[in-house]
């Protein structure tokens, strides 16, 4: 299976392979040093002999061809090595398996750091309008059709459902314990939540008083409904400069745009010292180290489309 994506390294490994192929190169090397060897006694024994029975003329010219011969030599050989080292160097014969795991590794790395940063400007935005008024908020599930469904799951888990087709809409408040029932509740409806996307649900749950006592109820289950459907109604984009509106307190439209094309660093910096809470140390190390590639000035867009790629196009 290697051999066939990897024909280059199946090559490789005729005739022993690496080893082999330095051993050849030795070889080689081993030959044209004995050669040189060998020249130079034959000069050394035949000279005296062209110096007593040849004419000084021809000695002399024995002598700068033998020199000439050395030098072209020595220049050929030292050229055939540099471009073997250029031809076997790493960017000519690297190990293309090593190259695209490393390659992989990296994109998932930062699929994951895109995401987070994703769930942070999420955090943010919520919390600014949750706390603007926490009882007309976009956050609330007003879908009766939703909340029954919602609804007829939390009692069939419970084991309070009586009637499949009449749930009933009772004022009895269930709730369920963070860290037993919420996680077995959530894959019995289908939902592999990983510690990150549990602390993302938990934290745009509404209420926080039950989170004290490790409990959440029905009601911020369906805030949680709520939150995540109309996070999937906007792009992802669109999220970041909300947040970025809310930061610098703008309220007219043209000294938004002002303000959001004329970004540097030390305004991104302040910015995330300003929500240092939502974000953490890795996530503020990588957001600084990637606007640092936007040079002196840049746009909000282009901060938003460096810090998560193409995901700044998707919706979440």
Request: a negative charge.
């Amino acid at each position: 299976m290697i051999h066939n994506n990897y024909p280059s390294l199946y090559e490789e490994n005729i005739f022993m392979g690496l080893t082999g192929l330095n051993v050849y190169l030795n070889l080689l090397q081993c030959i044209l040093f004995l050669f040189s060897v060998w020249t130079t006694f034959i000069f050394s024994k035949e000279i005296f002999n062209i110096y007593n029975e040849k004419p000084v003329w021809i000695f002399a010219c024995c002598i700068a061809l033998f020199i000439i011969y050395f030098f072209l030599y020595s220049y050929l050989i030292s050229i055939t090595i540099r471009w073997y080292t250029i031809i076997s160097s790493i960017e000519t014969r690297r190990n293309e398996k090593c190259l695209k795991k490393t390659i992989n590794f990296q994109m998932t790395q930062y699929a994951e750091i895109s995401q987070s940063i994703c769930y942070a400007f999420k955090k943010i935005l919520y919390d600014n309008l949750y706390d603007k008024d926490p009882l007309n908020n976009p956050f609330k599930l007003s879908y009766p059709n939703f909340k029954q469904k919602l609804l007829f799951y939390i009692k069939r888990f419970k084991g309070k459902l009586v009637n499949e087709k009449n749930v009933g809409n009772d004022e009895e408040l269930i709730e369920f314990d963070i860290k037993t029932e919420l996680p077995q509740f959530l894959r019995s409806c289908g939902m592999e939540l990983d510690q990150e996307e549990l602390d993302f649900i938990l934290h745009i749950s509404g209420d926080k008083e039950n989170l004290l006592r490790n409990k959440v109820d029905q009601q911020q289950l369906f805030d949680i409904w709520a939150t995540i459907n109309h996070f999937c109604s906007l792009q992802m984009h669109d999220i970041v400069r909300e947040v970025f509106k809310n930061y610098l307190k703008c309220d007219d439209s043209d000294l938004i745009e002002q303000n959001l094309k004329g970004f540097n660093q030390k305004k991104i910096s302040d910015f995330l010292i300003y929500y240092k809470e939502y974000f953490a140390d890795n996530i503020y190390e990588f957001m600084l180290e990637e606007i640092s590639y936007l040079g002196a000035n840049f746009t909000l867009d282009a901060f938003i489309f460096r810090i998560i790629g193409y995901g700044a196009l998707n919706t979440y």
